[in-house]
């Protein structure tokens, strides 16, 4: 295999086994899953296996790129057998005959069949990035514009469970490395008072602790809990109001010194650009996922930097190729500054998908250089 010559900075640009795809011949879904090590349990549910959609998309010349989605129903509204029938009924028959390297009129193509349905184009989107890297021998980040860091930061999300197990667990995991820790919460916020309390007590100093309501409290009944929790040491507190409620977000922002992120309130680029014209939140928790795919992420990255706001880059629990796309994300984007939520594969007994770019992880990935997404599927 031979090398084109490259900038310092960038990786090696392997030499492409052809420059152009043909165009788009072929979409091939697959149900791929796996079992948690502990049943992952949020406000809105429990569950006990991570269940995603791997998304292959061929060209007439042989080319593939291979995607992956993952509907969390209770969050997203999407089915597994809903995202499905989105790709194979309606997406894909759209996109055959398309040119695979132009992502932005792919979406332009989908958004004309299908209304919504971010998690099934998501799968697609994924898959044409993956293609595109592929043929043009670049990793994915290169073509989101590049990498300004070349390994990511990634929090350690905590699920419910009793008080003493969540602060274990956080513990546990601030042991192997992980200075950001997140806590699910969104029940009451008296308890959840007493878990940033008991979980920081065990997390070095050095460590950021965010808490995830997930939508559970009223603005009211939670103000004076939530002035607490900034005072006990929480760095970041996620959609604590339900996601219609942005006066809401923006009276609590008034009132608290601790940075308010945005996860449910904020699925699109007019989310986007409305939560910075109110006011409401200082982080945007962009996931893949839940945008429509890296393309819109990438717009949404863009409006964020705008409006002077930082960039999670989140995920829904979701498989070694969905969590890589989220890699290089967080790789490219200058104002993902939050720590990422890469860790989906890290929460299940061996992810099938991308076993080893994930293994031992001390809260540190390295962004893959190979051409594509960087997995072996
Ligand atoms: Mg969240």
């Not at 993902?336 to 890290?346: E, F, M, S, Y």
């Amino acid at each position: 295999m031979s090398v084109v010559p490259h900038p310092a900075g960038l990786p090696a640009r392997t030499d492409p086994a052809s420059t152009t795809s043909g165009p788009i011949s072929a979409v091939k879904t697959r149900v791929v899953s796996a079992p948690y090590r502990r049943p992952f349990q949020i406000s809105s549910g429990i569950s006990t296996e991570l269940v995603s959609l791997l998304v292959e998309v061929h060209t007439a010349d042989g080319a593939i790129g291979i995607g992956e989605t993952s509907p969390m129903t209770a969050y997203t509204g999407e089915t597994l057998a809903g995202v499905t029938a989105a790709i194979e009924e309606h997406l894909a028959p759209a996109l055959i005959g398309h040119d695979p390297l132009d992502r932005a009129g792919a979406h332009l193509v989908m958004d004309s069949v299908l209304r919504g349905q971010h998690v099934a184009k998501s799968g697609l989107d994924i898959a044409l990035y993956d293609l595109a890297g592929r043929v043009s021998g670049w990793p994915v980040h290169v073509l989101l514009g590049g990498s300004i860091r070349d390994r990511v930061q990634t929090t350690w999300v905590v699920g419910l469970g009793t008080l003493d197990e969540m602060a274990a667990e956080a513990a546990e995991y601030a042991d192997k490395g992980f200075r950001h820790l997140k806590v699910k919460g969104g029940h009451e916020p008296a308890k959840d008072l007493e878990l940033v309390r008991a979980v920081r007590a065990v997390i070095p100093a050095d460590a950021e602790l965010c808490l995830d309501a997930n939508e559970g409290y009223d603005a009211a009944t939670a103000l004076p809990y939530l002035a607490k929790m900034a005072d006990a040491g929480l760095s970041l507190l996620e959609q604590p109001l339900p996601r219609w409620d942005l006066a809401g977000l923006v009276r609590l922002r008034e009132r608290l010194d601790v940075r308010l992120m945005v996860d449910e309130s904020m699925h699109s680029l007019h989310d986007a650009l409305e939560i910075a014209r109110r006011g409401a939140a200082d982080v945007l928790n962009i996931k893949i996922l839940k945008v429509g795919g890296l393309h819109r992420a990438l717009q949404i990255a863009n409006v964020a930097e705008a409006a002077g706001l930082a960039v999670k880059v989140g995920s829904m629990p979701e498989l070694g190729v969905a969590t890589l796309a989220a890699v290089h994300l967080a790789a490219a984007v200058p104002g993902a500054t939050v720590a990422a939520d890469l860790v989906g594969p890290l929460m299940v007994h061996e992810d099938p998908l991308a076993p080893t770019v994930f293994a031992d992880c001390d809260g540190w990935i390295d962004v893959p250089t190979s051409p594509g997404l960087g997995h072996d599927v």
